[in-house]
């Protein structure tokens, strides 16, 4: 199973609004409605941000959301904050009954 | 609040078996239906899913890992564990545990560990 495929770095100025995508095939991201998405800031484990392609668990800022077309998911981050600096990470359900994860975005807020 | 912990070495010999634990408190594994899951974290910084368990005893490992992998629960301890055998230097990595969701949403893993470093190296 592939990794998903993400854009290696988005940056962008406080204030603003960035997207991040999320590319996979038909067995896993188009195939489902199981894509979530991750925060890790260095030396911490991931946090879960976005579930069921749109989902927020609680506690999670309403500046995050998520949404899918086709084998694309995305991830928008608005009103970027100084604290939303960090690596965000895609994963899916795939038809093997597996999980396969993105290979991460650097989000820099300029 | 719901915690995880891994705990095992941080070196592991070539062709020997990686073994790590993760201690969980304020959730009950054989409680709530929920799937308990090993994540590794290479240097390079990708994510690979390596398996889970839910305590009934079912597990599913990642193929990819070619059986070297076993998960484990404990639910008298409250623990669940990995163990990978005939290592290389390409499992080097963090290993993270974590809690999914339940059977309809396992994939959604809410509550990590810190993670363990572990070096595979003579």
């Known amino acids: 199973q592939s990794a998903l495929t993400q854009p290696a770095s988005v940056s962008g100025s406080p204030g603003q609004s960035i997207t991040i995508s999320c590319t996979g095939t038909s067995s896993d991201v188009g195939g489902y409605n199981s894509v979530s998405w991750y925060q890790q800031h260095p030396g911490k484990a991931p946090k879960l941000m976005i579930y069921d392609v749109t989902n927020r668990p609680s506690g999670v800022s309403s500046r995050f959301s998520g949404s899918k077309s086709g084998g694309t998911a995305s991830l928008t981050i608005s009103g970027l904050q100084a604290e939303d600096d960090a690596d965000y990470y895609c994963?899916?359900?795939?038809?093997?009954?597996?999980?396969?994860f993105g290979g991460g975005t650097k989000v820099t807020v300029l | 609040q719901v915690q995880l912990q891994e705990s095992g070495p941080g070196l592991v010999q070539p062709s020997q078996t990686l073994s790590l634990t993760c201690s969980v408190s304020g959730d009950s594994i054989s409680s709530g239906g929920y799937y308990w899951n090993w994540i590794r974290q290479y240097p390079g910084k990708g994510l690979e899913w390596i398996g889970y368990?839910?305590?009934?005893?079912?597990?599913y490992h990642n193929p990819s890992l070619k059986s070297r992998a076993t998960i484990s629960v404990d639910t008298s301890k409250n623990q669940f564990s990995l163990k990978l055998k005939s290592v290389t230097a390409a499992d080097t990595a963090v290993y993270y545990c974590?809690?999914?969701?339940?059977?309809?949403?396992?994939?959604?893993?809410?509550?990590w560990g810190q993670g363990n470093l572990v070096t595979v190296s003579s």
């Open positions: 368990i839910h305590y009934r005893g079912s597990t």
């Open positions: 974590a809690r999914g969701g339940t059977i309809q949403s396992w994939w959604s893993l809410g509550y």
């Open positions: 994963s899916s359900y795939t038809t093997s009954s597996t999980l396969v």
